[in-house]
């Protein structure tokens, strides 16, 4: 079996196999035919296998994935050579979501808990929110706010020393 990889709904998945006879010559086999089986176990055929490139023995076909349910779909192409041979490949491929861009990854991350295990709580773009956002001191309180510098993300109450000097805003503008 060869693993063809995986596909968005909608991608165009295409397979090919090279036919020989019993003596390993590379021969166009006749009748042709590919079955596609889902990931339910149902078998259909599909258009009848072509010559590929113009090749001896090279025959294929593709398939639009469009309307594909996730999974994982097989392809049995087969023929008979001219020593009365049948000849057949499997194909798989799988039917998925699509790869996550680096921005997708990136928000993903950043949304992610610093102790692990979970989205949301205590996250790195919490953490970030401090060093780069507006940050208002009001009594002993600390309030961080989002990148609109206006709607409060997280608050902190504060510890204060009567030898140290107050620090009562951060605005990073």
Request: net charge negative; glycine share 10%; with cysteine.
């Given at each position: 079996?060869?693993?063809?990889?995986?596909?968005?709904?909608?991608?165009?998945?295409?397979?090919?196999?090279?036919?020989?006879?019993?003596?390993?010559?590379?021969?166009?086999?006749?009748?042709?035919?590919?079955?596609?089986?889902?990931?339910?176990?149902?078998?259909?055929?599909?258009?009848?296998?072509?010559?590929?490139?113009?090749?001896?023995?090279?025959?294929?076909?593709?398939?639009?994935?469009?309307?594909?349910?996730?999974?994982?779909?097989?392809?049995?192409?087969?023929?008979?050579?001219?020593?009365?041979?049948?000849?057949?490949c499997v194909f798989a491929?799988?039917?998925?979501?699509?790869?996550?861009?680096?921005?997708e990854v990136a928000d993903?991350?950043?949304?992610?808990?610093?102790?692990?295990?979970?989205?949301?709580?205590?996250?790195?773009?919490?953490?970030?929110?401090?060093?780069?956002?507006?940050?208002?001191?009001?009594?002993?309180?600390?309030?961080?706010?989002?990148?609109?510098?206006?709607?409060?993300?997280?608050?902190?109450?504060?510890?204060?020393?009567?030898?140290?000097?107050?620090?009562?805003?951060?605005?990073?503008?």
């Amino acid at each position: 079996m060869t693993y063809l990889g995986r596909f968005q709904p909608g991608a165009g998945v295409c397979y090919a196999a090279v036919f020989h006879n019993d003596q390993g010559a590379v021969e166009n086999p006749t009748a042709p035919t590919a079955r596609l089986r889902t990931p339910a176990g149902v078998w259909s055929d599909l258009p009848t296998p072509a010559i590929q490139d113009n090749a001896t023995g090279l025959f294929g076909g593709s398939i639009d994935s469009t309307g594909f349910a996730f999974g994982q779909y097989l392809i049995h192409l087969r023929g008979t050579v001219s020593t009365a041979k049948t000849v057949a490949c499997v194909f798989a491929f799988e039917v998925g979501p699509a790869a996550p861009t680096a921005a997708e990854v990136a928000d993903q991350l950043l949304g992610r808990n610093l102790a692990g295990g979970a989205d949301g709580g205590r996250t790195a773009r919490d953490a970030l929110r401090l060093l780069r956002n507006r940050a208002a001191i009001v009594g002993d309180t600390l309030t961080v706010y989002q990148e609109d510098d206006a709607t409060p993300a997280w608050t902190a109450v504060l510890s204060t020393r009567a030898d140290a000097p107050p620090v009562v805003e951060v605005d990073p503008a």
